[in-house]
């Protein structure tokens, strides 16, 4: 195993006041649900309308220093098992309301992919903007109203970029800026800015404190990367992806271009700031993956390897590295999804492998769990990748956060030739527990995280969704594994889903153990006399993979009054059928929250989906 550069030192981090110096525009709606339920689950209940009975519910880890009770990021916990214990939305006056974000022009924004609950009537989430973006808290009681808000750094793009689908299509594979963010303990939000700084913006009282702490991470982002050290300053390509604490209080981060590190809990520099560490995810088992993507390199590299531990390296030296390993801004090994924490490591997956790290406090350097050296030798934990992009992935690599399964398993997907896989590992040693082909020959790719729950892992397909404001002929398709507790293997369960076709998109299937269904955002099953498919929330039972209910959502037209003028209309999803598009989901995530209701990212801000 070789050694590797390890950055730390002098941190700038700062106090700022970041009071708002514009008003922030917002209108909340309410629109159309109609809810219907499916013949074949109506058989299976012998004509009842109920919905399935409860599953056990989920044994949650809490985190010492997450929220607790609440959803603290994204994939509902630093597992990202994406299963809640919340109810959703039960039968009894259920309704749909629309959060519109009505900026525009430099400040136009909408998107909100991520919520933090602080407590049962009040929420923060961010609005993601072509230029801007916003840190929302919520008043979430009845309905929906601003309390409070502050700009946060966005990322600058162009009107002209989000109206072509080249453009669009590089916005939308960005997750940089705050998508990846979660809140503490203590209602502390804390955020990856687009400028590579860390935010901390502490909630109270109902007020976002405008006094935001902030740590800036360029030095660690440029020092940490081996072969280009200036990234970030060359086409604004190595940006903050994901945040998470461990279980020490260290909060961890990624960069998309592969650096990854920690702000040290405890440790400070002599101005008083927090101490960062920081490195590359090159550097570990370099070896192993250069015999697996570039056999032909590996004598070069050998040679090369004393360089790899020096504080600095020459350009000479940085460029011959670039040859050796084929590398250029394309094929850097990337880091474009979240992470996962457990009790004894961090889950990071980059497009070439899956790493569980640590923080060595002897040391003070960021390492590989020893333990999963030898399966590394054993090639699987560098998965199998063709190298392309597929239809419907972000990059040419695993589109999926590590799913920890409780403190036995973690479960990825590879971006292997033709059809794709699902690779389950032991958290302890690394080693392979079952490698799992994914769906059919129309297609496969998963760029979301899986489902675990119990003893099942469950994925769906998202082969095809290239263009976010376009329907997207894509296959569908959603598959589920269970444990066989006789051979200590997954096994794909024959016959579920019982029925139906299901079309996820790209919002992440989420289970709620309440009412013992799997719900999948996607377009209805009929196309309507004028080939529009509105978009609805299909209710899957966990045990039967029967479909139970559907709810469309829509507005009447003329009813959805958005300030953006034709162009952006016509740019972005197309004036025709403006009012029910605006629920297109673009990559955002079922999030379950207080007093039977979930929310969901739409186009132009967020949908909540709530009953009595």
Same mark, same amino acid.
């Given at each position: 195993?070789?050694?590797?550069?390890?950055?730390?030192?002098?941190?700038?981090?700062?106090?700022?006041?970041?009071?708002?110096?514009?008003?922030?525009?917002?209108?909340?709606?309410? +629109?159309?649900?109609?809810?219907?339920?499916?013949? /074949?689950?109506?058989?299976?209940?012998?004509?009842?309308?109920?919905?399935?009975?409860?599953? /056990?519910?989920?044994?949650?880890?809490?985190?010492?220093?997450?929220?607790?009770?609440?959803?603290?990021?994204?994939? /509902?916990?630093?597992?990202?098992?994406?299963?809640?214990?919340?109810?959703?939305?039960?039968?009894?006056?259920?309704?749909?309301?629309?959060?519109?974000?009505?900026?525009?022009? +430099?400040?136009?924004?909408?998107?909100?992919?991520?919520?933090?609950?602080?407590?049962?009537?009040?929420?923060?989430?961010?609005?993601?903007?072509?230029?801007?973006?916003?840190?929302?808290?919520?008043?979430?009681?009845?309905? @929906?109203?601003?309390?409070?808000?502050?700009?946060?750094?966005?990322?600058?793009? *162009?009107?002209?970029?989000?109206? +072509?689908?080249?453009? =669009?299509?590089?916005?939308?594979? %960005?997750?940089?800026?705050?998508?990846?963010?979660?809140?503490?303990?203590?209602?502390?939000?804390?955020?990856?800015?687009?400028?590579?700084?860390?935010?901390?913006?502490?909630?109270?009282?109902?007020?976002?404190?405008?006094?935001?702490?902030?740590?800036?991470?360029?030095?660690? @982002?440029?020092?940490?990367?081996?072969?280009?050290?200036?990234?970030?300053?060359?086409?604004?390509?190595?940006?903050?992806?994901?945040?998470?604490?461990?279980?020490?209080?260290? @909060?961890?981060?990624?960069? =998309?271009?592969?650096?990854?590190?920690?702000?040290?809990?405890?440790?400070?520099?002599?101005?008083?700031?927090?101490?960062?560490?920081?490195?590359?995810?090159?550097?570990?088992?370099? *070896?192993?993956?250069?015999?697996?993507?570039?056999?032909?390199?590996?004598?070069?590299?050998?040679?090369?390897?004393?360089?790899?531990?020096?504080?600095?390296?020459?350009?000479?030296?940085?460029?011959?590295?670039?040859?050796?390993?084929?590398?250029?801004?394309?094929?850097?090994?990337?880091?474009?999804?979240?992470?996962?924490?457990?009790?004894?490591?961090?889950?990071?997956?980059?497009?070439?492998?899956?790493?569980?790290?640590?923080?060595?406090?002897?040391?003070?350097?960021?390492?590989?769990?020893?333990?999963?050296? /030898?399966?590394?030798?054993?090639?699987?934990?560098?998965?199998?990748?063709?190298?392309?992009?597929?239809? +419907?992935?972000?990059?040419? &690599?695993?589109?999926?956060?590590?799913?920890?399964?409780?403190?036995?398993?973690?479960?990825?997907?590879?971006?292997?030739?033709?059809?794709?896989?699902?690779?389950?590992?032991?958290?302890?040693?690394?080693?392979?527990?079952?490698?799992?082909?994914?769906?059919?020959?129309?297609? *496969?790719?998963?760029?979301?995280?899986?489902?675990?729950?119990?003893?099942?892992?469950?994925?769906? %397909?998202?082969?095809?969704? $290239?263009?976010?404001?376009?329907?997207?002929?894509?296959?569908?398709?959603?598959?589920?594994?269970?444990?066989?507790?006789?051979?200590?293997?997954?096994?794909?369960?024959?016959?579920?889903?019982?029925? &139906?076709?299901?079309?996820?998109?790209?919002?992440?299937?989420?289970?709620?153990? =309440?009412?013992?269904?799997?719900?999948?955002?996607?377009?209805?099953?009929?196309?309507?006399?004028?080939?529009? =498919?509105?978009?609805?929330?299909?209710?899957?039972?966990?045990?039967?993979?029967?479909?139970?209910?559907? *709810?469309?959502?829509?507005?009447?037209?003329?009813?959805?009054?958005?300030?953006?003028?034709?162009?952006?209309?016509?740019?972005?999803?197309?004036?025709?059928?403006?009012?029910?598009?605006?629920?297109?989901?673009?990559?955002? $995530?079922?999030?379950?929250?207080?007093?039977?209701?979930?929310?969901?990212?739409?186009?132009?801000?967020?949908?909540?989906?709530?009953?009595?």
């Amino acid at each position: 195993m070789f050694s590797f550069l390890v950055t730390h030192g002098q941190q700038a981090c700062a106090i700022k006041n970041m009071s708002p110096d514009k008003e922030f525009h917002y209108e909340s709606k309410f +629109g159309k649900l109609d809810v219907s339920w499916y013949e /074949e689950w109506m058989d299976h209940t012998d004509g009842k309308k109920i919905i399935p009975d409860p599953l /056990e519910l989920q044994p949650k880890w809490e985190h010492p220093y997450m929220k607790k009770g609440y959803t603290a990021a994204m994939h /509902e916990g630093p597992r990202s098992s994406d299963v809640s214990n919340r109810p959703g939305p039960t039968l009894k006056n259920t309704r749909v309301q629309y959060f519109h974000v009505k900026q525009k022009g +430099g400040d136009f924004s909408g998107m909100c992919p991520t919520f933090a609950f602080i407590n049962d009537s009040t929420m923060a989430t961010l609005s993601f903007g072509r230029a801007n973006t916003t840190l929302l808290l919520l008043d979430i009681k009845d309905t @929906i109203k601003v309390l409070d808000y502050l700009p946060v750094p966005g990322r600058g793009s *162009s009107a002209f970029e989000l109206a +072509g689908k080249k453009g =669009r299509g590089k916005i939308f594979s %960005n997750t940089a800026g705050g998508a990846y963010s979660y809140i503490s303990n203590k209602n502390r939000i804390y955020i990856p800015g687009a400028n590579n700084n860390i935010l901390r913006v502490t909630v109270k009282n109902r007020k976002l404190v405008k006094e935001v702490e902030s740590i800036n991470l360029k030095p660690q @982002i440029e020092a940490g990367n081996l072969v280009e050290p200036h990234l970030s300053q060359k086409d604004k390509l190595n940006q903050l992806t994901a945040l998470m604490p461990d279980v020490n209080g260290n @909060i961890w981060f990624t960069s =998309r271009q592969g650096v990854v590190g920690l702000i040290h809990r405890n440790d400070k520099t002599k101005d008083g700031c927090p101490k960062v560490y920081s490195t590359f995810i090159g550097y570990y088992q370099l *070896s192993e993956k250069i015999k697996k993507h570039y056999p032909e390199s590996l004598d070069e590299v050998e040679k090369l390897m004393p360089y790899m531990h020096k504080d600095s390296i020459n350009p000479e030296a940085r460029g011959e590295i670039r040859r050796a390993l084929k590398i250029d801004k394309d094929t850097h090994e990337e880091i474009q999804n979240s992470f996962s924490v457990g009790k004894d490591g961090v889950y990071i997956v980059s497009n070439i492998a899956l790493y569980k790290l640590r923080f060595n406090e002897e040391k003070k350097e960021i390492e590989l769990d020893p333990k999963w050296a /030898e399966s590394y030798k054993k090639g699987d934990l560098v998965y199998d990748n063709d190298m392309l992009k597929k239809p +419907g992935h972000l990059n040419a &690599g695993s589109g999926t956060t590590p799913t920890l399964m409780d403190d036995r398993y973690v479960g990825i997907c590879d971006n292997a030739p033709g059809k794709i896989n699902l690779l389950i590992f032991r958290q302890d040693t690394g080693e392979l527990v079952s490698k799992l082909p994914l769906f059919g020959e129309d297609g *496969s790719a998963v760029e979301n995280s899986a489902v675990a729950y119990d003893d099942t892992y469950i994925v769906a %397909n998202t082969y095809g969704y $290239t263009d976010p404001f376009k329907v997207n002929a894509t296959p569908g398709g959603i598959m589920r594994f269970d444990l066989n507790k006789d051979t200590g293997r997954f096994e794909k369960v024959e016959g579920w889903p019982a029925s &139906g076709v299901y079309d996820c998109k790209t919002a992440t299937p989420k289970l709620s153990t =309440r009412t013992g269904m799997l719900y999948v955002y996607n377009r209805e099953d009929e196309k309507n006399k004028k080939e529009h =498919r509105d978009w609805q929330v299909t209710g899957i039972d966990f045990r039967t993979g029967l479909r139970v209910l559907k *709810s469309k959502l829509y507005f009447e037209k003329g009813t959805f009054k958005d300030n953006i003028n034709l162009f952006m209309k016509a740019g972005s999803l197309g004036n025709k059928h403006y009012d029910r598009k605006v629920f297109n989901n673009i990559w955002g $995530t079922f999030t379950f929250g207080p007093q039977n209701s979930f929310y969901l990212g739409t186009y132009r801000g967020f949908i909540r989906v709530s009953s009595d």
